[in-house]
């Protein structure tokens, strides 16, 4: 009996194993991909950039998300300068809305304003709303499994596919085995992959609503020397949103 | 003065009255702005100061008021003479004895620029009062807003508030019809649009049509009575589409307007333009402009033609226009640009280098330097006048 149980065990503890020994980079950036795009998420965030010369610039939005990142409405909440500001971003960021209240116009921007920094910051519109990019966008390929940040990760490249028109050449992308949150993803150079342009650490990972979460993200910019921390303040997943809030009418509420 | 008083005395009573409810918002900006001129060998100088208080209160989820009061004080050169900055022949059609009528003056001002109620019914939304309207995919120009003209030097400044009833209708999540009614003195002269937008694609579309009196001036003759130039009030109706999108990368927009006249003729306006942002973060901007009810050859420019395009009654004198904008942030706080707006139809054209710092989260400064390269009698005249601007606005 005790046999049985101590059998039991090991084969409880080397399924995991074998399953993640057996994980190609196709299931790990699926698996990714899944935990980042939840069906429907709120999100209430500071942003915090931290300039070339030391100063500091604060921001802080409201975000909400639908159909696992397909559409995204980001409004700003401070400070007053773009307080009410709001993007709106429908198709995996395909197509963008921008809403200027002292102007009271609405502006559809063209995929390249994607590349446009948020805010100054170091987080482009592609890296806040590309939906499911990691998959229909790079090929992944795994590498050797590391550790870092004190987490036992697995290693991921993606390459962009030809027929992308992504702003990075390639993403190495350090996965956490135990909860398959991405804690560090490396971004590089549009037309030289060796040339490292970003580097994005996550932490103070928690469990909201069931979902492994990091409240904290860094986004490290290798060429200007500068980075922009954003702390998630509110978190609420698989909510009912309805998609009328992803629409023109509520871009200027 | 008493007036003055009065005027800001109400604002103040009625944000205590809003600040009794719940849910109420101060906020708006201080500006100070100071332009100068290069006018016959002389710098001359104007200095504004701008209070914009806005007040927002939602009574409900439902329920939105909105307003802003704005205070404005001149100082300087607050007295223009605008027969300063055209050709002698130009000049020579003010009737004798009029000369001290072109005058363009900046007197302190205090007004409310926009009020507003906006109730969100279930299937539409409802706004009335004072509000502003803006229509058009154009950068520079918008053919299709009979409501606003903007200044190309300052394009994204924010537009007065037109008194109005506007009813959005969403139909289903990807189009709007939009009824809007701006009331004059009856139902005739009163201003009447229709909008439906629509998406296709990744393209947004609109068709519009609007009916306003368009209030001409004949700057060549006064009006005892209104102690004003003549008005030649004249029904406009316009019809027109806009489009924005993507085509081949490049962000893309049109907006055409056909302007049927009641008495004059009729012309057009068409916008082209098209962006694009490379991967080292420049933007560039290119806008086309065409506009029927300007001319082809500058000398044709008349002393009507001058004045209504000063008092942005219309948008253009010369027939085609290009707008060219390119903007670089040197660094994460400074963004440095150029902007040139090149006349087609008399070859004249102007350099207007911008650039804008944030100082803090709340303040910005923004600048640019106006450069006239044509020839006297043209649109970009180097007589002009060379100047620029230099503004720092503080968010509360």
């Known amino acids: ?253 | 003065m008493k007036r003055g008083i009065i005027l800001l005395v109400f604002p103040l009573l009625f944000s205590s009255f809003l600040l009794a409810q719940d849910k109420v918002e101060i906020f708006g900006y201080f500006e100070s702005q100071l332009m100068g001129a290069e006018v016959k060998g002389e710098f001359l100088q104007l200095y504004s100061n701008k209070l914009r208080v806005d007040l927002k209160s939602s009574f409900s989820e439902k329920i939105t008021f909105a307003a802003n009061f704005d205070y404005i004080t001149y100082h300087g050169k607050t007295q223009w003479n605008i027969l300063d900055f055209l050709a002698p022949k130009v000049v020579s059609e003010v009737p004798q004895g009029m000369e001290s009528f072109y005058v363009l003056p900046f007197s302190d001002r205090h007004f409310l620029d926009n009020a507003y109620i906006k109730i969100a019914f279930k299937h539409f939304d409802l706004t009335v009062g004072k509000q502003q309207i803006s229509l058009g995919t154009g950068y520079v120009w918008n053919p299709t807003d009979v409501f606003n003209v903007k200044d190309y030097l300052d394009p994204t400044y924010e537009q007065p508030g037109h008194n109005a009833i506007r009813l959005d209708i969403p139909l289903g999540t990807s189009y709007t019809l939009t009824t809007l009614y701006s009331p004059d003195e009856n139902w005739q002269d009163s201003a009447k649009m229709l909008q439906f937008k629509g998406r296709i694609s990744h393209f947004d579309y609109s068709f519009i049509a609007i009916e306003k009196v368009w209030r001409f001036h004949d700057y060549t003759q006064f009006d005892m009575d209104s102690m004003n130039f003549l008005e030649l009030p004249e029904k406009r109706q316009l019809f027109g589409v806009s489009t924005a999108g993507e085509l081949l990368g490049l962000g893309v927009w049109a907006e055409y307007a056909y302007n049927k006249m009641a008495s004059t003729k009729d012309f057009y306006e068409l916008v082209l333009g098209t962006d694009y942002t490379f991967d080292f973060q420049t933007y560039v901007m290119i806008e086309y402009y065409r506009n029927t009810l300007g001319k082809t050859d500058f000398k044709e420019y008349n002393l009507n033609d001058w004045m209504r395009m000063m008092a942005m009654e219309q948008k253009a004198i010369s027939q085609d226009q290009v707008y060219v904008f390119i903007q670089h942030p040197a660094t994460d706080l400074l963004n440095i640009g150029i902007s040139s707006i090149y006349s087609i139809s008399d070859n004249s054209f102007a350099l207007v280098p911008t650039l804008s710092y944030s100082l803090s989260d709340n303040v910005d400064i923004f600048a640019y330097f106006n450069l006239n390269f044509g020839q006297e009698g043209k649109l970009f005249a180097k007589n002009m006048g060379n100047g620029g601007m230099i503004r720092a606005r503080i968010y509360f």
């Open chain 1, 1 to 253: 009996m005790k046999n049985i149980m101590i059998l039991g065990l090991v084969a409880l503890l080397t399924v995991p194993l074998s399953f993640a020994q057996e994980l190609t980079g196709e299931d790990i950036v699926q698996k990714v991909n899944d935990l980042m795009n939840v069906q429907t998420a709120y999100g209430k965030a500071k942003m915090t950039i931290v300039t070339t010369s030391g100063q500091k610039r604060t921001f802080i939005y409201e975000s909400w998300s639908k159909n696992k990142g397909e559409k995204n409405l980001v409004r700003y909440l401070e400070p007053r300068r773009v307080k009410d500001q709001a993007v709106l971003m429908l198709n995996n960021a395909d197509d963008i809305w921008m809403y200027f209240p002292r102007t009271q116009r609405v502006r559809k921007l063209a995929t390249h304003a994607k590349k446009q920094k948020m805010q100054g910051s170091d987080f482009s519109y592609e890296d806040m709303g590309s939906g499911d990019a990691f998959i229909t966008d790079y090929t992944p390929e795994r590498l050797k499994d590391e550790k870092i940040e004190g987490y036992d990760c697995y290693t991921v490249e993606l390459t962009r596919k030809p027929d992308s028109d992504m702003s990075y050449s390639r993403l190495i992308m350090w996965v956490i085995k135990e909860n398959f949150v991405p804690v560090v993803i490396d971004y590089y150079h549009e037309d030289d992959p060796s040339l490292q342009e970003k580097r994005l650490i996550q932490s103070d990972i928690r469990i909201i609503d069931d979902l492994p979460t990091a409240m904290k993200v860094v986004m490290l910019n290798k060429n200007d020397n500068t980075q922009t921390e954003m702390e998630l303040l509110e978190v609420k997943y698989n909510i009912q949103l309805d998609d009328s809030i992803f629409t023109e009418r509520s871009l200027k509420k």
